[in-house]
């Protein structure tokens, strides 16, 4: 455990470093152009043109990249006081301060933050403009003679070190070693960290002294990635070999490394291929003399080009690196496929590992999707499934029964867990991730994948098909979302007490929390655990159990709503079905989503559906959500609940 926590905050600062740099490529593209071709060694040398290089790479670059840090902090006031401190440490220093940048630019964006946060409902009507600026302007200030005073010295020293590893690596003959740390990492998703946060910088110092850097090719070369690819479409077998090819193009000249990360984690022995593929590459390039004057974003061999300074033993140089990457990469790749075990790969479950190691949804996981099937005729269930049957697909289920009736369609719509999927099952409906699971529980069902269970368009979609299909279904529409229990719907009730009674103990105003912030979205689950132990819904162990049916698949549900609940085998610690509400105002991140409310679950026995059924129709609506984000009271949140419940 204390493993993954590492890699997973690897991954994030990795990713936060990214979120700084990325936006800004353009303009490091720009000034690169300029560098390369009017310096003194560049392709047509002009001495006044070559006057902005400097402010671009001194001023520009730092600025762009200190705002950009405060803007994801706290929006357009993090950014402008995370630029005034950046201003800080860019004149207390005689090198291009990138990671200056990503230090004050955040560091501006929380500091602001927290006051804006201390002031809140404090300031007198009128008077706000004036407060808002001069807080931002006196605090912005002082952080700027911080950074001039004590962050610019401390990182122009941190940042010699750096510079003077990479030339004793550069001067040994050494360099090609990195690719023993930046190959595997870059698969396993912690790579954004080494670029941004150490090559990067030092290779925008580099390209203002001589034009290019070696470093901005250390991590985007394609070669190692085509090779595997490559070796695939010769020796894979099965889906792999077959979608191979087009993984290759889109690697290649989309520059989408992550493509062929599940093609490794399919034979780990080519973690071998592709860092002897990237030494070699890189030795070709240090001894050719290449490099790029600005980094490739993406790493495509196309941007690789573009970024190429321009002349032509520059375009040899960096080619003869990406050729040589790419032959070693595949020969050694091709060796490990020829003489490994022959198998079927699962190239599905390897993408799905590389999407949960990723920790958020891959750019390109819908092209190792499967054929959802043919569609059925004469349709009479649709299946919703997830992985315990008591919250995403019951809330899915809901939403989809109460369009099939509104298109005056007589097809059952139910929800079970996906190891309860029935053998007849004619169309299956789940979260992405779960997608193959369900297919190898069904394979003769046809498949619809959703990434929104709340406003999918893929629910509209399967509705028109099945009317144009003219389908006439024998069945009446299931008003119980649930898994067939015998008598859920006659007995959910206790004896001697009516539906509003039961209700009101499902969700009381008592586990409604408004106006609260968590930093990450396990801090929220957590909370929301711990809410409906509290209130006597389920054992302590359940908590646990939300934490982890959240890591198999996201629990965010779409419009800005999540609702963690625990796996199936979590079912035996529910004591009663019930729930807890947390508002967030100000959202917090659900693997790139920003959930606003999250409605903690616990069901049992099917007694909490009705009510959840009620909560999904509500929170289809985006004017719902809204309501219920300024909700000022337990009571208000919950009236506008029970509008969609009855």
């Known amino acids: 455990m204390a493993h993954f926590n590492i890699k997973v905050a690897v991954q994030k600062f990795g990713n936060f470093l990214s979120s700084m740099v990325m936006p800004n490529i353009s303009a490091f593209i720009a000034w690169g152009l300029i560098t390369a071709l009017f ?35 706290h929006d357009h006031r993090g950014g402008v006081v995370g630029a005034i401190a950046t201003m800080g440490v860019i004149v207390g220093s005689d090198i291009p301060m990138f990671l200056g940048a990503m230090i004050m630019g955040p560091f501006g964006g929380y500091v602001i933050k927290k006051f804006d946060q201390f002031i809140e409902g404090k300031i007198k009507a009128g008077f706000e403009m004036l407060v808002n600026n001069f807080s931002a302007g006196i605090l912005g200030g002082l952080l700027s003679i911080l950074s001039f005073l004590a962050i610019g010295p401390a990182v122009n020293v941190f940042t010699g070190w750096l510079v003077a590893g990479v030339d004793w690596l550069v001067g040994t003959g050494l360099l090609p070693l990195t690719s023993i740390l930046i190959e595997p990492a870059k698969v396993l998703f912690l790579n954004n960290a080494i670029n941004h946060g150490v090559l990067s910088p030092i290779g925008v110092e580099q390209v203002k002294q001589t034009g290019s850097s070696i470093l901005f090719l250390l991590e985007a070369n394609p070669g190692p990635g085509i090779g595997i690819l490559l070796a695939y479409c010769f020796f894979g077998k099965g889906t792999a070999k077959r979608s191979a090819p087009g993984a290759a193009i889109i690697h290649f000249f989309g520059g989408i490394h992550e493509i062929y990360f599940p093609y490794i984690l399919m034979k780990p022995m080519l973690f071998l291929a592709v860092i002897l593929g990237g030494m070699s590459g890189v030795f070709t390039l240090v001894l050719l003399g290449g490099g790029l004057f600005a980094p490739a974003s993406p790493g495509s061999i196309l941007a690789i080009t573009a970024v190429t300074p321009h002349n032509m033993g520059a375009y040899i140089a960096n080619f003869a690196g990406v050729i040589v990457a790419a032959l070693v990469s595949f020969i050694v790749g091709a060796f490990i496929l020829k003489t490994g075990k022959q198998s079927e790969e ?13 920790g958020k949804k891959s750019s390109v996981a819908d092209v190792f999707a499967s054929d959802p099937g043919i569609m059925p005729t004469n349709v009479s269930k649709i299946i919703f499934a997830c992985d315990a049957g ?25 929800n079970t867990a996906i190891s309860n999927i029935p053998a007849d099952a004619q169309i299956v409906i789940t979260q992405e991730e779960l997608t193959p699971r369900a297919q190898n529980k069904v394979p003769n069902a046809y498949h619809v994948s959703v990434d929104n269970f709340l406003s999918s368009p893929e629910y509209d979609a399967l509705l028109a098909r099945l009317q144009d299909d003219g389908t006439d279904g024998l069945h009446e529409i299931v008003e119980d979302a649930e898994e067939k229990v015998p008598g859920v719907r006659e007995h959910s009730i206790e004896p001697g007490i009516n539906e509003d009674e039961q209700d009101n103990e499902l969700l009381r105003e008592e586990n409604v929390f408004l106006n609260q912030q968590f930093a990450n979205k396990e801090e929220a689950i957590l909370f929301a655990g711990r809410a409906l132990v509290n209130a006597g819904y389920v054992k302590e162990s359940y908590i646990e159990a939300m934490i982890a049916r959240d890591e198999l698949t996201s629990t965010y549900m779409g419009n800005d709503v999540a609702i963690p609940h625990g796996t199936e085998e979590a079912k035996k610690d529910v004591l009663k079905s019930g729930f807890t509400v947390l508002q967030i105002p100000d959202g917090v991140d659900f693997d790139g989503q920003k959930a606003r409310l999250i409605f903690g679950i616990a069901g049992k026995d099917g007694t909490h559906l009705e009510i959840l059924s009620g909560i999904a129709v509500t929170c289809s609506e985006m004017e719902n959500i809204e309501k219920m984000v300024k909700a000022t009271s337990a009571r208000e949140l919950m009236n506008i609940i029970n509008v969609g419940n009855n």
């Not at 290089?53 to 994801?72: D, H, Q």
């Not at 699962?346 to 990723?358: F, H, Y």
């Not at 289920?397 to 097809?411: F, H, N």
């Open 346 to 358: 699962n190239i599905e479950d390897a993408a799905k590992k590389m999407q949960e190691m990723k």
């Open 390 to 414: 008591m919250g995403s697909s019951a809330m899915g289920a809901s939403l989809l029964r109460k369009k099939v009736k509104e298109a005056g369609l007589d097809i059952a719509v139910t």
């Open 39 to 73: 310096i003194p060694s560049g392709f047509l040398p002009n001495e006044s043109l070559a006057k902005m290089v400097g402010p671009m790479v001194t001023f520009l670059l730092p600025l762009l990249i200190g705002y950009t840090g405060g803007k994801l902090v």
